[in-house]
């Protein structure tokens, strides 16, 4: 028996599977595996967080376990380590309990927690934006830029960031990158990647001298108004860590879920 997910967690946990299967894109190893109601997406390089196996509808914990059964043996053949993003509440009536001892008991260690967010209305915002040139991530030198950015805000390798986001081919397909500039220095970034149900927004960063700015709202905002312009969409979601929330929340967004994110070990 299969119960009824909120429509609003659905809503979210599909927009994460599509913005997931863009890693897919990154090199010439790329995978994917449709697994109905989840996919397995392979980047091809061994770093756990750009080859992700996410559930995007409700499982009951049999149908869990062979997932991951098949998506191990995925990532497996294709030689890279690879994570588990999971709404755990759209597991069992018992939730996140049976689903993070399924894990567990696989050998996936847990790495982080995301609010995933919602809204069909941004609010305006009332505070005076800073002056920010904002380019689109279209050509070899606005990709180099979106890597600094990247890899020191999120703490990833320069070296395995460059291999996902210098791809001209990961930018092909439904992500919309930009990078925001104060004086020639690239200052912040997001990306926008919309669906049938929602525009969603990933990676969603700002260099350390720039915070408190300011230059994090101006980016999100930008990125919001340009894929909305694209797609025609009304509504607008993100999973963001602890240190967003706050702003999010003021621009409007509504805690709905939470994803947890499992790493093989």
């Known amino acids: 028996m299969i119960w009824a997910v909120q429509p609003d967690r659905a809503i979210i946990t599909r927009n994460l599977r599509l913005a997931m299967s863009t890693y897919s894109r990154s090199t010439e190893h790329g995978a994917t595996l449709d697994l109905g109601a989840a996919g397995a997406f392979s980047s091809g390089v061994d770093y756990a967080v750009f080859n992700a196996l996410v559930v995007s509808e409700s499982v009951s914990s049999i149908r869990l376990m062979r997932i991951l059964d098949e998506g191990e043996a995925f990532f497996r053949e294709q030689g890279v380590s690879w994570s588990c993003w999971l709404d755990e509440a759209m597991v069992d009536p018992a939730g996140g309990a049976e689903a993070a001892r399924i894990l567990e008991s696989r050998g996936m260690r847990w790495i982080a927690e995301h609010e995933g967010m919602l809204t069909s209305r941004i609010r305006t915002n009332r ?21 600094q950015v990247c890899s020191k805000v999120f703490l990833l390798p320069e070296s395995i960031t460059r291999r996902i986001y210098g791809s001209p081919s990961f ?42 700015r300011g230059f994090g709202e ?34 409007g967004y509504e805690a709905r879920t939470r994803i947890n994110v499992w790493a093989s070990k």
Do not use: H, N
């Open 127 to 147: 505070r005076k934006p800073p002056q920010i040139e904002t380019r689109p991530v279209l050509d070899d030198a606005s990709r180099e830029d979106f890597i």
């Open 171 to 212: 930018w092909s397909g439904v992500m919309r990158g930009w990078v925001g500039y104060d004086g020639g220095q690239p200052a912040c970034i997001a990306v926008s990647a919309a669906d049938e149900g929602s525009v969603g927004l990933y990676s969603i960063g700002t260099m350390p001298g720039y915070r408190r």
């Open 218 to 251: 101006f980016i999100t905002r930008y990125a919001l108004s340009e894929a909305t312009g694209r797609s025609g969409l009304k509504r607008w979601s993100l999973q963001s860590t602890p240190a967003g929330i706050r702003l999010y929340s003021r621009m």
